[in-house]
Every structure is written in structure tokens, then in C-alpha cells.
């Protein structure tokens, strides 16, 4: 009981928090309670599959196939796939954390894991025709044209910055989940 | 529609996989359950928040406030709204368009769109169960960073 409330602390703060604010001011706290509705709804439809697909990925894929096809010595193929599978998703970002922990449980290189997080938050395929609609070809080809290089440049940064023993802490981690 | 095509995907998957094996499709729902229940308080506490923080945003106040004239003041402003708000795509390009018809600059507009997608700083939580805090931090101070250097790209190649 002690625990369930300590893991739902902060869910607790965010319920206050919107109490507070109704009761300081109804309109902006129904708006709020509309835009919560709105977001459940969008995480009712996307996140279920997405979690379902993980399961079956840790139950068949063999971890071997991931290393060979995206995990230390995968090369180009690997930062070609990583960026495949980020791109060719649906949902919001935090829909990708999950996924690039089960990357790491099956041994996918850790610069793989960031491009694949970084094809997720910004270059997404359904996303990209609906930026050109709304923004413009030009805005949006620009954009994507800085991006992908980018991505694999962060990615390669932040590889760098984080000390082998770090990232052994952080896949260890992942084999608990 | 989205949703129908990823519903529809996984549940034939699914099918398949438990035609060929039961065993190992059960523990495949178990470890997905495992996998979503462990993280589901965070993505709770993650939607409220957003709730409360969007309700407090008006599209007009951006729109004057990120305007041709603000300049760096307005990108770094553009970044920072982009980073501590999650609004999905859908919501969030016509948004922008429809800031950039108020009077927001493109420049600007470009920092917030880049900063919205790959900045999150309420889903934070969600990000350090994965990755831990330093690269967390890490990858979002990048993340932001590189929105100016968008803003600045795209400032000179679109008019």
C-alpha cells in the first residue's frame, strides 16, 4: 500500500494541482480537465499496441537478431534501421522510452537507441506530411534536411558523454524490467 | 485512422503469434503489462500536468509575444514554451500555422515546432526511468539548443 502511494505521488501532486487550480478558477480548470480527457483518450489509443508490440519483440526476437542487425559492429545498417523504426512510429515521444528500453535489454547499440529516439520525436513520417500541409513544403523539407544529420550527431555527442560504466548501469537496468 | 492501422497491425501480430505459440503470447501480454504498469503512473501524472499547463496557454498572447519584431528574445521564448508543453502533431502544426497568420515570426516558429518535438520537459519522469537523470538532462539541454540552430537555418531559407 506504502509503495503504490510512493509510485503515485507525483500523479497525486498533478491531480492537486488541478484542483487548485479549479477552485481558483472553474473555467480554466474545465478547460484543463477537457484537455486531460483529450490527452487519456490519445494515450488509450496509441500506447496499448505499442506495449503489446514490445512483449511479442522480447518473446521472438532473439537477442542475437538484434545485436547483428542493430546492435555495436551493425554499422550503417543499424543507424539506417534505428532511424526506419523511429520514423515509421506513431504516438508521442514518451510512447518511445519504452521501446528504446527494450533496444537496450537486447543489446542494441546505445547511439542506435538515441537515433532512434531522436527519428521518433522529430522525424515522423505521418508527421512530416502534416507539417507540409500546414507549415509549407519549404518549412518542412528545411526542417527535415537539418535534422536527420543532426539526430546522429546528437546522438554521437551524447554517446560520448556518457562513460561506458553508465551505459552497463543503465542496460542493466533494463534486464529488471 | 492512425490508430485503426496500429490496432489492426498488432492484433493480427498477435493472432499469429498465438497461433504458433501460446505459451510464449502470454508471456509476451504479461511482460507488456509488467512493462506499461510500472511506467503508468508517470504517464498519469505526465497527462494532468499537461492538462493544467495548456489550459493556461492563449494562442493570441503567443502570437504577439513571438512576433517578426521579437527577434532572439522571442526564439529563446518560442523554445522555452515549445519545451515545457507536449501538444500532439496533429494539434500542434496548425497551431503553428495559425500563429504565423497572428504575426509570429518564422523564425520563431521553427524554434517552438523543434523544441515542442524533441524537448520534453514534463516528460521528464517518464524519460529518466529509461535513461537515467544525466542523460536525460543531457539530451534535453541538446535538444533545446539545437532548436536555435533550426530557428536560425530556417530564418534564412524561408521568407
Do not use: C, H
Amino acid at each position: 500500500m506504502k509503495k503504490l502511494f510512493r509510485r503515485y505521488i507525483f500523479f497525486m501532486i498533478a491531480l492537486l494541482i488541478l484542483a487548485i487550480l479549479t477552485f481558483i478558477n472553474l473555467e480554466l480548470g474545465k478547460k484543463a480537465v477537457g484537455i486531460v480527457g483529450f490527452s487519456f483518450r490519445e494515450m488509450v489509443m496509441v500506447i496499448p499496441p505499442i506495449f503489446i508490440l514490445l512483449g511479442l519483440l522480447d518473446v521472438w526476437v532473439p537477442r542475437e537478431t538484434m545485436v547483428k542487425f542493430m546492435g555495436e559492429k551493425s554499422g550503417l545498417k543499424g543507424i539506417l534501421l534505428s532511424f526506419f523504426i523511429g520514423s515509421a512510429a506513431a504516438g508521442p515521444l514518451y510512447g518511445a522510452f519504452p521501446i528504446a528500453g527494450v533496444f537496450m535489454k537486447k543489446g542494441v547499440k546505445f547511439s542506435n537507441v538515441l537515433i532512434f529516439i531522436g527519428a521518433w520525436s522529430t522525424t515522423k513520417i505521418p508527421m512530416f506530411l502534416f507539417e507540409i500541409t500546414a507549415l509549407g513544403k519549404e518549412f518542412a523539407i528545411t526542417r527535415l534536411l537539418i535534422n536527420i544529420p543532426s539526430i546522429v550527431f546528437i546522438s554521437y555527442i551524447l554517446d560520448k558523454l556518457v562513460k561506458p560504466s553508465e551505459k552497463e548501469v543503465l542496460y542493466e537496468k533494463m534486464y529488471s524490467i | 485512422m492512425t490508430n485503426v492501422v496500429l490496432y489492426g497491425a498488432v492484433g493480427i501480430i498477435l493472432l499469429i503469434s498465438f497461433y504458433k505459440d501460446k505459451s510464449k503470447t502470454k508471456m509476451a501480454l504479461k511482460k507488456a503489462w509488467k512493462a506499461f504498469e510500472n511506467i503508468l503512473p508517470q504517464f498519469l501524472g505526465v497527462i494532468v500536468i499537461v492538462g493544467v499547463m495548456l489550459s493556461l496557454i492563449d494562442p493570441e498572447t503567443i502570437g504577439i509575444l513571438v512576433g517578426n519584431q521579437s527577434g532572439w528574445v522571442g526564439v529563446i521564448l518560442s523554445s522555452v514554451i515549445g519545451a515545457i508543453t507536449l501538444i500532439p502533431g496533429f494539434v500542434a502544426f496548425p497551431l503553428a500555422a495559425l500563429l504565423l497568420q497572428n504575426g509570429a515570426g518564422v523564425m520563431q516558429i521553427a524554434a517552438f515546432v523543434s523544441s515542442l518535438m524533441m524537448v520534453g520537459v514534463v516528460t521528464i519522469p517518464v524519460e529518466i526511468k529509461y535513461f537515467g537523470k544525466k542523460l536525460t538532462l543531457l539530451r534535453n539541454t541538446l535538444a533545446f539548443i539545437f532548436s536555435f540552430i533550426v530557428a536560425l537555418i530556417i530564418g534564412r531559407v524561408v521568407q
